[in-house]
């Protein structure tokens, strides 16, 4: 028992000393943040003055042009590849036979389909002219019949089997890249051939939301290539993304021509759209004097020594600059640089 009220009372001593010396702490830090208030009562900011400005209306998007059309040619059937007709690089069109597999199991197939098809036939021939005669039953007749139409069946079956064995290209392209050679045992499925088409590109780029509502389907749109500093192309707009993607850009695809196959699949392309746009004068601010993303709308202006948190209205992306809609004015004097450190009414001293 005494044991126990002897740990207890050192328990409680060693909670007062920790208690103690928290608080003396806490004297400590209070007195020296009440002294560097006393010393620095100003937060250090750079400003940076609203003005107009005369801007190219042009808003330029980057992305990479895609082939038209994409297609991986199969075999339909199993069997052993016997020609190979095309190479890569080959311009191929719609329905070209470009590989034949081994066929002559699927011939056998049908050559006794169609014997199995002529004899039908002619059993049904032969029931027609006794059944007109009473010679043969009604169920006789209709049995007959009914072989002869799983003969025919099986004939136009068998012969689709053996059209499988030649792979051939449901669209006209480029043969981008063989798989198979003569020799090789392919499968139902097996891919054989990548083809491309090419004779037009797809550019796809990603618009923010301020310049989208501004794009409409079948829109001409001018568009560079990398590759090609002198020299400009025309597209136009096929598809305007209804949803955004995760970075809250929208996906838009401008197809451009390319019947001299100038443009590869893969190069580097920019759309200018607003080509004839003239320049006009708006009301601009630079990105830093947004607090958080330009999204959140969210700038401090410097007035009387203090920071005036202010609500804006954000309007077209001129890449370090923004235009302003409503909110400010001209000659305001927004804060750039020191953001992180200020509040509402915040004292502020603006340095160089």
Do not use: C, H
Not at 61 to 73: D, R
Not at 121 to 147: I, M, P, W
Not at 323 to 341: C, F, K, R, T, W
């Amino acid at each position: 028992m005494k044991r126990g009220i002897i740990t207890v009372i050192i328990i409680a001593a060693a909670g007062f000393g920790i208690w103690k010396v928290l608080e003396n702490n806490k004297a400590k830090n209070e007195a020296v943040t009440a002294e560097a208030a006393k010393t620095n009562p100003f937060v250090a900011v750079r400003i940076d003055t609203v003005r107009m400005e005369v801007m190219d209306m042009q808003y330029v998007a980057n992305g990479t042009f895609l082939p038209k059309q994409e297609v991986v040619v199969g075999a339909e059937t199993a069997g052993r590849v016997v020609r190979v007709n095309v190479q890569e690089g080959s311009y191929v069109t719609a329905g070209q036979v470009l590989a034949t597999v081994e066929v002559d199991k699927l011939n056998v197939n049908v050559a006794n389909a169609q014997a199995n098809y002529d004899n039908a036939l002619q059993n049904l021939q032969r029931f027609e002219s006794a059944y007109s005669t009473g010679g043969v039953t009604l169920q006789q007749y209709d049995q007959a019949k009914l072989q002869f139409e799983t003969a025919k069946n099986n004939l136009k079956s068998s012969k689709l089997s053996a059209s499988d064995a030649t792979i051939k290209t449901s669209v006209s392209g480029i043969v981008n890249a063989r798989k198979i050679e003569p020799g090789t045992y392919v499968n139902a499925g097996t891919a054989a051939f990548d083809i491309v088409n090419v004779s037009s590109l797809k550019l796809r780029v990603s618009v923010d939301e301020k310049n989208v509502v501004g794009l409409r389907l079948g829109q001409s749109v001018q568009v560079a290539a990398s590759v090609y500093p002198n020299k400009s192309f025309t597209g136009k707009i096929t598809f305007i993304a209804p949803k955004a993607d995760g970075s809250l850009n929208f996906p838009v695809e401008i197809e451009v021509p390319n019947p001299s196959n100038e443009l590869r699949a893969g190069m580097y392309g920019t759309a200018i759209f607003g080509g004839n746009a003239a320049a006009e004068s708006v009301l601009i601010v630079p990105r830093s004097a947004f607090v958080g993303s330009v999204s959140d709308n969210k700038i401090y202006v410097s007035k009387n020594g203090k920071a005036v948190e202010t609500k804006v209205v954000s309007g077209r992306n001129f890449g370090n600059n923004i235009e302003i809609i409503s909110g400010l004015n001209a000659n305001d004097q927004v804060i750039v640089s020191g953001q992180i450190n200020l509040l509402d009414q915040t004292a502020i001293e603006v340095i160089k």
